[in-house]
């Protein structure tokens, strides 16, 4: 169960950003390599997005994976919906599925960006 | 009691016997896996679902959750 005062702060702020990163740390100091790594995958994109830094806060740091049902930390959420992981991020970047949900969602970001 | 590789593909294979399992132990550490999945059982299935399937089969209550495991997961071709 997801404290209720936990699950609606994440709600306001997936809700209040089209892209938001849960992630260890802060998008200009990372804590983490896996979070590192979903952070370097959202600018080479160019995609304006809100880091939370679940290190920051206890109750955030259990209460994001009991509200996507997802263990790990980094956690992307585009326009409210949950996409997944940094290995997701990456296997969808390399096959532009990243690119297509952006897209489709209209969210903004750098359609030249290639992945070599 | 950390997990071992071995452990990671018993437990991956316990829960989809027809897995193709490769584990490589990032920093030979027993901490930082990486795990290369190949299952039929994830056809049709979004990526989320598929690494959803992976935590889950490795969410055994009495072992230590791993410090970090990067997942890799391709659909096998069903014969």
Redesign the interface.
């Known amino acids: 169960m997801v404290d209720p005062l936990v699950a609606e702060r994440i709600h306001a702020d997936i809700n209040a950003n089209d892209v938001v990163l849960y992630m260890k740390g802060t998008p200009v100091f990372p804590q983490c390599?896996?979070s590192a790594k979903a952070v370097n995958i959202l600018n080479m994109l160019g995609v304006k997005f809100k880091g939370v830094d679940i290190l920051a806060d206890p109750s955030l740091r259990q209460g994001i994976k009991d509200f996507s049902?997802?263990?790990?930390i980094p956690q992307l959420y585009i326009k409210g919906e949950?996409?997944?992981?940094?290995?997701?991020m990456r296997?969808?970047l390399q096959s532009g599925e990243l690119q297509k949900t952006l897209a489709a969602k209209g969210v903004a970001f750098e359609a030249s960006s290639r992945v070599g | 009691m950390p997990m071992t590789a071995e452990d990671i593909e018993r437990l991956i294979v316990q829960a989809l016997p027809d897995a193709k399992v490769k584990i490589t132990d990032l920093r030979g550490d027993g901490d930082h896996y990486a795990a290369h999945i190949e299952s039929a059982a994830f056809a049709g299935k979004p990526l989320v679902q598929q690494h959803r399937m992976v935590y889950d089969a490795l969410a055994v209550p009495g072992t230590a959750p791993l410090h970090a495991l990067s997942i890799t997961t391709v659909v096998a071709n069903q014969a």
């Open positions: 390599g896996f049902d997802w263990p790990t949950f996409v997944g992981g940094c290995d997701i296997d969808m």
